[in-house]
């Protein structure tokens, strides 16, 4: 919404400078609540499509338990709780510096380590929240695969390492604005004329978690006992 006082002049009258000014003024106080506006829905949209990212939490846990032994089910909860928790502080620390640390190159991120300088224009807290909740569920997807065959400590190691550097080295490639397959680029041909458009995470989330289940399955072989 753009007001030019000069142009409101010649149809209130030539002594109709102030009010020209005034009407600009107020209409220039509109538009900027109109912007607050539509950021506090976007903003609240994002939190709210973050929670139910995070609920995924929960079915994931409920459906490790029904596949794995009863006196193992307070361990696959247990593992469930510290995707959360010990993700959370990998992804804080170091993943969303890779995944969308920007200037980088089309590899990897490396600017806002523990959000340090993040732009708030562009990549608020609610966005960091937002992109947490999907490194956590593609961590969620492997606790099940390697189920009953893994000790406490290993798993902590691999929770931090997937959702510290394995998948926002990932979600680069495809999310940021300076990933080699995104669709979002600017400089040089995008990846097949278009980029790699995956819009929900089928590829950047579940194809990395399932990937990672199916290694750790390979290598730790079928569980015992079953």
Not at 4 to 16: F, Y
Request: net charge negative; charged share 10%.
């Amino acid at each position: 919404m753009s007001c030019n006082a000069t142009d409101l002049s010649v149809l209130l009258g030539p002594n109709a400078t102030e009010a020209a000014n005034y009407i600009c003024g107020q209409l220039s106080v509109v538009d900027s609540k109109f912007i607050d506006t539509a950021f506090a829905i976007d903003t609240t949209y994002l939190l709210f499509s973050a929670y139910l990212v995070f609920s995924m939490q929960l079915g994931f846990a409920m459906l490790c338990a029904g596949s794995v032994r009863a006196k193992n089910t307070m361990n696959i909860m247990l593992t469930n709780v510290l995707d959360a928790a010990a993700g959370g502080l990998f992804y804080y620390l170091f993943g969303y510096a890779f995944a969308f640390g920007s200037p980088s190159n089309g590899f990897i991120g490396k600017h806002y380590f523990g959000l340090k300088d993040i732009p708030t224009a562009t990549a608020d807290y609610s966005n960091f929240l937002y992109q947490w909740a999907f490194a956590i569920a593609a961590a969620g997807i492997t606790s099940g695969s390697i189920a009953e065959r893994t000790q406490f400590v290993a798993y902590l190691i691999y929770s931090s390492f997937l959702t510290g550097f394995v998948y926002p080295v990932v979600s680069h490639w495809f999310w940021s604005v300076d990933g080699w397959a995104s669709p979002f680029r600017t400089d040089g041909d995008l990846l097949f004329r278009t980029g790699a458009i995956d819009f929900a995470g089928s590829g950047v989330v579940h194809m990395v978690g399932g990937i990672a289940g199916l290694w750790g399955a390979f290598i730790e072989g079928p569980r015992l006992g079953r």
